[in-house]
């Protein structure tokens, strides 16, 4: 398959008043058409920051883009002028965010939210993008759309505005998708219902995904490759049979560990991972995850282990999986 | 929405008797009266006047009488001015404070939105700075000492302005920018802190991931959100800028309502003062319910008329 994302050792640093934030550490991960890739990792790892680095909408200062490269589309992001990103946002990449109930306008009718996109980037005339509106919210399976377009944000529920805000993320029907974990703030039940109609979307649009969140739940049913994110840096990727079948690095499978299970004894509890990520502002030499680790070794402080190659798909950032350390009781 | 504009027009009615009320007994309570002049009146000249205004009856009957010509609008002669019905010298002064009256709360509106709008586009630098030392001065300097301040350069040492009067357009100028000074120092620091505050919001991130221009997404998310508050400052901003005219007035020597006005305290002209007294609260408490209006109008999500079971609410649950 086409590649149509290639992010290569990206690099993000945020200045504030105590020192310059690390958030990325150098990531590295490609998307390709029609698929998706879930980034997983626990709050402030730095996957948000990735996310937002694709479409350049971290506020730049305080952040900067160190190093690294945003290959969209064979075309480099990062050198991209303000007014060349106007061209991308919107149109070649959607985005979603968390909270349905704070990322819409509060005082703009819902559909001239969504038309605004279409009268911008498809130079569409105010009757045509609001028929395409109206079309947009039926594919979001929003009932009676005619009445809705005129209907302010808070008159929706917050599934609703979460469809309204996926339609407009796909108005101009984007190549690329980034979820930025887009059914957190949701209830369980319209967690589920608004996965499937992403699925859905997606199989009728053929657009790739980028699915951030923190919750294994989500990505088992809708993603094909997982990116596991620790204190700014990739740790393991592979396909979702890989990740969830044969986790390699120790925090993917802490991770793996602390979901509940079905069919688990009621007395079992929960395994949590102990401790609280590094500190990003003098990040460690060694591997982020050591002080956590419960089969940490002396070399795991001194220095980080490389992505060991585990198959051809299945890459893991661990000194367990280094040659030397074969025999190593874990 | 009939029920809603009735109820709320009980509640005008109920605040306006209350201020006639309060008026009308407090300035029986300020020893002396309208002809407690330096030169002492014979004392039945004093009499026979005051049966002629009515001053000698009992003060219930009085308080009865005054609420009676409030009612018809017929605020009776002037005690000092004979020529004159307090009705004539309010449509005569009226028309003078309200011209100045608009041309402040326009400009402060224009310039406060414009220096907030500015300094939270550049939150750190130079205009951000510029715009809120003059706000601070603004707000602190009293529009008395700011009107004398720029009498004294742009008329007496520059001579670009008339000092007085109110005539040609040129004379509007100065009395226009000190009555403007304070209410627009507020808007800009209350344009600024809200912006500031909305463009933290998710929503301008979603407006931003669509790709539309930066200017875009400040005027039709930001400002939009952020002049909320400013709309509730209009209210109290047209008090300031009323009541701020009764001193702008006298220094310029503009011969409006606040001029009058205060002439008619000074002279005990009881009804005078009643009578501006009562059109400033009409205008005051009309102003208020303007401002509650316009409210719902900027942001649909405040339901003025205060009833639920109609829009979208309803289908939330679908």
Known sequence: MEKLLEVKDLHVSFQTYSGEVQAVRGVSFDVKKGETVAIVGESGCG????????IKLIPMPPGEIKQGSILFNEKEIVTKSKKEMFEIRGKEIGMIFQDPMTSLNPTMKVGNQIREGLIKHQRMSPRAATERAIELLKLVEIPQPEKRINQYPHEFSGGMRQRA??????ACNPKLLIADEPTTALDVTIQAQILKLMKNIQKKMGTSIILITHDLGVVADLCDR???MYAGKVVEQGTKREIFKNPQHPYTKGLLRSIPRLDQEKETSLIPIFGTPPDLISPPDGCGFCERCDDAMNICKLEDAELHQVSETHQSRCWLLHPMAQGVES | MTRFL???LFFVLISLWVIISATFFLMKAVPGGPFSAEKKVPDEILKSLEAHYGLDKPLAVQYYDYLKSVVTWDLGPSFRYDAETVNQIINRTFKISLVLGLEALLLSIALGLFFGVMAALYHNKFQDYSSMVLAVIGMSVPSFILAVFLQYIFAIKFDIFPAGRFESPLHHV???????????AFIARLTRSNMLEVLQQDYIKT???KGIKENAVMIKHAIRNAILPVVTYLGPLTAGILTGSFVVENIYGIPGLGTQFVQSITNRDYTVIMGTTVFYSIILVFMIFVVDMLYGVIDPRINITGDNAKGGNANEFQ
């Open chain 1, 226 to 228: 997982i990116v596991v």
């Open chain 2, 174 to 184: 100065l009395p226009a920018l000190s009555l403007a000074a304070l209410p627009t």
């Open chain 2, 207 to 209: 407006a931003r991931a």
């Open chain 2, 6 to 8: 009735l109820r709320r």
């Open chain 1, 47 to 54: 996957k948000s920051v990735t996310a937002q680095t694709i």
């Open chain 1, 165 to 170: 805000m996926i339609a407009i993320a796909l």
